[in-house]
Each structure stands twice: as C-alpha cells, then as structure tokens.
C-alpha cells in the first residue's frame, strides 16, 4: 500500500517563463526575508531531495559552508541546518559519490521514484531543471509550485522543455509577498 508522498516540483520563475537569465544569472531570484521564511518552513513538508547532478553540485558546493559564513543571515543558516540534515538522492550517470546525507540512484528514475513513494513519510521534492524535464515526461510530479517574480528576462534557460503531450493541472492555492513574488501551487 502506498503513502501517498507527493512529488513536488518547485521553482522560481520569471514572469516570461525563464528560471536562468540569458547569461544564467539567478541573482534576479534571490529570496528576501519574507520569502526565505516562507522556503524554510515549505522545505518542514519535505524529507527527501531528489537532485539532478548540476542542482546537487551547486547545493553542495555552498550550504555546507554557510554555517561558517559570518555574513549569513538567520534564514540562511535555518536553511543550511535543515539542508545538511535532509535526505538526498541524486541521479547522475557521472557522479562516482556522493555527501551530505546523499545517496546515487540507479538510471531506472519510474522504478527509484516507485521505491521512494512506497516508503512513509513527508513529500518528495525535485530539484534542477534537467531532471525536472525527465520528471514530466515520465508523468512523475504531483505538484508544482511556481514563485513567479515580478521580472521579465527577455531570454535565458525556459522552465519547461518541449513536450510530446500538454498537462491539465488544478490551481489549488495562490499566495502573495510583499516582494511582489506571486506563489502558484497547481495539483494534477
């Protein structure tokens, strides 16, 4: 019998639909105080990551060092702690090892996530555009939760790929911060 965790997919997004500006800056999405509060706790209805291997590199390349880091603020270090403590599963064909409480998937993404959702516990959250995009094909995301902020980029990395079939989704609630950063959460 399974648990019903969810798969989420979160992202930030600019208002023309890109998640990297034209020179893959993301400086445009950095969370204010409000809106890393609000990851924070979002990031509490989690207890797995599943990375892509550019997502899990750049994840473990910072937070680890952000509890050293006199400049962080107490959202960051908040968020640092909970990340060092998740659980992650990263899916790469390249990668050899891994750290940080992390463990390699095998190729086979339906039957890892499959195995996953059998196991109690909180939701599921995918993370990294490439992977994403393999979630989607595969039909594996339950949720998506779009920040879409009030910037329009003209270009960049788009935050979906072409896709063979169009999905239905259900707005199930909206939210707004004072950042102007509009939280969209759509159900299948």
């Known amino acids: 019998m399974g648990h019903n965790r969810a798969v989420i997919y979160a ?3 600019s208002l023309d639909g890109y998640i990297e500006g034209p020179d ?15 990851f924070n ?19 473990s390349g910072y937070w680890p060092t952000a509890l ?13 702690r909970l990340w060092l403590d998740m659980r992650k599963v990263v899916f790469s064909r390249t990668l050899k090892q891994v750290d940080w409480n992390a463990t390699l998937a095998g190729e086979d993404i339906a039957g890892e996530v499959a195995r996953l959702k059998e196991e109690p516990g909180r939701s599921l959250s ?15 995301i339950d949720e998506y939760h779009m920040y879409v902020f009030p910037v329009i980029l003209g270009g960049g990395k788009r935050m979906y790929p072409a896709l063979s079939v169009s999905k239905k989704l259900k707005l199930a609630d909206t939210q707004v911060f004072r950042s102007g950063v509009v939280r969209l959460r759509y159900t299948r």
């Open 41 to 59: 706790q979002q990031e509490k209805e989690v207890d797995v990551h599943l990375y892509g291997r550019g997502l899990y590199e750049n994840m």
């Open 11 to 13: 992202l930030s997004v």
């Open 24 to 38: 893959g800056k993301i400086d445009w999405s950095l969370p204010d105080e409000e809106l890393h509060e609000h």
């Open 126 to 140: 995918v993370g990294g555009s490439g992977l994403a995009a393999s979630f989607l094909k595969l039909d594996l």
């Open 68 to 80: 050293h880091n006199p400049e962080a603020s107490k959202e960051e270090l908040d968020y640092a």
